[in-house]
């Protein structure tokens, strides 16, 4: 099965497509593509669900390395929206 592992940087991002055998997991996919968790990539994700090195893949998942969040969303919006009420 072939599954496709996705990381980004503010500007760039980086891709990579690995062949694995059935029941393959995160893990395996991980390990196939040279990749590793650390403090840049904290949690990872199959199309958006939060997953773990254990979950299972399927032909065509995307997995995804999750970088921390640099700030609070709702925070971020309330900023947003309070500097397009001042113009």
Same mark, same amino acid.
């Given at each position: 099965m072939q !599954?496709? %592992? !996705?990381? =980004?940087?503010? $500007?760039?991002?980086? &891709? !990579? #497509?690995? &062949? %694995?055998?059935? $029941? =393959?997991?995160? =893990?395996? =996919? %991980? #390990? &196939? &593509? *040279?990749?590793r968790l650390d403090a840049e990539f904290v949690a990872l994700a199959v199309f958006g669900q939060v997953a $773990? %090195? #254990?979950?299972?893949?399927? @032909? *065509? @998942?995307?997995i995804e390395l999750l970088r921390p969040l640099q700030c609070d969303p709702m925070q971020a919006r309330r900023r947003r929206a309070g500097t397009r009420a001042r113009r």
């Open positions: !599954v496709e %592992l !996705v990381r =980004a940087w503010p $500007g760039r991002f980086d &891709a !990579v #497509q690995v &062949a %694995l055998p059935p $029941g =393959a997991c995160v =893990a395996d =996919a %991980l #390990q &196939a &593509a *040279g990749w $773990g %090195l #254990q979950t299972p893949l399927h @032909d *065509g @998942d995307r």
